[in-house]
């Protein structure tokens, strides 16, 4: 793999104060957050695929895509996991494979099989409304399906990543697009070694990549980081700024 399977970190984190100013519509039958651009910059035919990390619709996460909306991007975060998506900081022996394969039913996995086709219908509505290029945020669990679809026609035009995880090394030298990853310098699913083989694949890939690594920082950083401690909002807020400059200079 390119990065590991998620853990238990990959909960850990604090809750981040604002009030979300989206809206809530579903998309077939999957909820999903809407924040439109309502400022005066608005990229009319670009979008942006927010696909989260196991927490998935929150706070944290409806705030970063309000944020991306302030910039100028229609973004979407899509339910990927079917209305069972994990709470903050869960207990160290929580079963996270069982979760991941069965979800918290026995009955609902979160599997590659099941969440493809939450993307895929993204993907359309996007397309659908008018969006002629789409980029796409993956956070943790969400990396997973930005390198998914970014091969030439899945519809995936653009990649950003922050602290992959479960990436295959045969998924990410797939992608026909520009990708940029934000990593921690502690992180037990993308470690030193496996930023080392990602940068390796994406060179043979021949397409425009960035890999950025934060001291002082763990996975999860840049969504569930501790904003009082100054390390950890600065690379939280630089990792945010990567995206945007990443999307402003090849989506647009």
């Known amino acids: 793999m390119a990065s590991n399977p998620p853990a238990a970190c990959c909960t850990v984190g604090v809750k981040h104060e604002g009030q979300p100013t989206g809206t809530t519509i579903k998309i077939d039958n999957i909820e999903t957050y809407v924040a439109e651009p309502k400022g005066k910059i608005v990229h009319k035919d ?63 996995p979160h599997t590659y099989e099941a969440v493809d086709p939450i993307v895929e219908k993204s993907i359309k509505y996007l397309q659908e409304k008018g969006y002629k290029k ?16 970014m091969p030439k026609g899945k519809g995936i035009d653009v990649g950003y990543l922050a602290h992959p995880s479960f990436v295959e090394e045969s998924e990410l030298s797939q992608i026909n697009g520009p990708l940029s990853i934000a990593a921690a310098e502690t ?36 969504v569930r980081c501790d904003t009082s401690k100054k390390i950890e909002k600065f690379a939280k807020e630089q990792a945010f700024l990567q995206a945007v400059a990443w999307f402003n200079e090849w989506l647009i």
């Open 187 to 222: 992180d037990e699913i993308f470690p030193t070694e496996k930023r080392h083989k990602s940068e390796a694949i994406l060179i043979e890939t021949k397409q425009p990549y960035q890999i950025n690594l934060f001291s002082g920082v763990v996975h999860g950083f840049s």
């Open 46 to 108: 670009t979008a942006i695929l927010y696909l989260p990390d196991v927490i998935g619709i929150w706070q944290n996460s409806q705030l970063m895509a309000d944020q991306f909306a302030a910039n100028g991007y229609y973004t979407i975060i899509p339910d990927l996991f079917n209305g069972d998506p994990l709470s903050l900081n869960k207990p160290e022996n929580f079963d996270f494979m069982a979760w991941l394969t069965k979800g918290s039913s026995g009955n609902n």
């Open 134 to 149: 789409i980029g796409a945020v993956g956070y943790c669990f969400g990396a997973k399906y930005v390198v998914r679809f």
